[in-house]
């Protein structure tokens, strides 16, 4: 069974930092990338980041740019979020997720096979 488990979620003020880890367990997957979502309540679920495995090229949704940072260490087979200066809207379930095919698009959740139970982070004004 392959497992994806978040951890680091909480409660921040704004203006605050947290960094979120995702641990891959189980039976072994050869990812070809990596990516977390996020869902706020009565919203859809969207792109945040995400990082070839291989290579480590980065992708960010645009409001993300210069706040977050996402890293792995394929070694712990972790993949890391690093959230600065966070925002009320920043408040989300956060998912990591994990897919093996090298076609799919960074920012397609659809794309992802595997992926975490989510990660509350709550950020308060």
């Known amino acids: 069974q392959v497992q994806l488990v978040e951890s680091g979620g909480g409660l921040v003020q704004a203006g605050g930092s947290q960094r979120l880890s995702c641990a891959a367990s189980?039976?072994?997957?050869?990812?070809?990338?990596m990516a977390w979502f996020r869902q706020a309540p009565w919203k859809e679920r969207e792109f945040v980041a995400a990082?070839?495995?291989?290579?480590?090229?980065?992708y960010y949704a645009d409001s993300m740019k210069g706040r977050f940072t996402i890293s792995r260490d394929n070694a712990k087979n972790t993949v890391y979020l690093q959230m600065n200066s966070l925002k009320p809207e920043d408040t989300a379930v956060y998912y990591c997720?994990?897919?093996?095919?090298?076609?799919?698009?960074?920012?397609?959740?659809?794309?992802?096979?595997?992926w975490g139970q989510g990660t509350q982070v709550t950020v308060s004004s």
């Open positions: 189980g039976r072994t997957v050869s990812y070809s990338i």
């Open positions: 997720a994990g897919s093996q095919s090298s076609s799919t698009y960074y920012s397609d959740a659809f794309g992802y096979e595997y």
């Open positions: 990082i070839a495995v291989s290579g480590g090229r980065t």
